[in-house]
């Protein structure tokens, strides 16, 4: 079984600011990645997946590296619909991480 | 427009079964493999089951493994979650979702069962 970590479990930015986000499996997924961003009340929303292809309609802020056990995602100039936990998945069995909190500092 | 509208979900006492549907309109159903994700109260997610676009292949979560079962009916564009000796650590938001070779791509807005005595 893949076990999924994120890091921070919350992250206080500023508008504006640079976000990096970490995802961790338990073994190598290769680029097997997915990232989501959920809003409260709403459904969640793909913005990445293959660890670095955005999703249509993503804006070009989001980008997504790494492969293999390391990943992140990277929101480059935080905006305020941004604010929101996301949460990595590896498509091999399907594993979320516990997300990352994005809220304001 | 890509729509996946859940139903079915209630307050239940543990022990109970319930069944949940997902009506997907707006995309060719079958050419698709279908998943169910819960959310319980303040939490994260958690992957619950796939079935595969013909229904022949179904996987699911050790969590739930020989209590919940997925299936779907093509001829109908739906998909459905049969739950059966239901616990409280099955309280949550399900949502069903839309396998991109991967990645799920559409997800509809929940379906809320509650597990309570």
């Known amino acids: 079984e893949v076990v999924m970590t994120q890091s921070p479990a919350t992250l206080s930015v500023s508008p504006g600011e640079r976000a990096a986000l970490s995802c961790r499996a338990s073994q190598s997924i290769g680029s097997n990645l997915a990232w989501y961003q959920q809003k409260p009340g709403q459904a969640p929303r793909l913005l990445i997946y293959g660890a670095s292809t955005r999703a249509t309609g993503v804006p070009a802020r989001f980008s997504g590296s790494g492969s293999g056990t390391e990943f992140t995602l990277t929101i480059s100039s935080l905006q305020s619909e941004d604010f929101a936990v996301y949460y990595c998945?590896?498509?091999?069995?399907?594993?979320f991480g516990p997300g990352t909190k994005v809220d304001l500092k | 427009e890509v729509q996946l509208v859940e139903s079915g979900g209630a307050v239940v006492q543990p022990g109970g079964s319930l069944r949940l549907s997902c009506a997907a309109s707006?995309?060719?159903?079958?050419?698709?493999?279908m998943h169910w994700v819960r959310q319980a109260p303040g939490k994260g997610l958690e992957w619950v089951a796939l079935v595969a676009w013909d229904g022949r292949s179904t996987y699911s979560a050790d969590s739930v493994k020989g209590r919940f079962s997925i299936s779907r009916d093509n001829s109908k564009n739906s998909l459905y979650l049969q739950m059966n000796t239901l616990t409280t650590e099955d309280t949550a938001l399900y949502f069903c979702?839309?396998?991109?070779?991967?990645?799920?791509?559409?997800w509809g807005q929940g379906t809320m069962v509650s597990v309570s005595s």
């Open positions: 979702a839309r396998d991109m070779w991967g990645p799920l791509d559409f």
């Open positions: 707006g995309f060719t159903f079958d050419d698709y493999s």
């Open positions: 998945q590896q498509y091999k069995n399907w594993s």
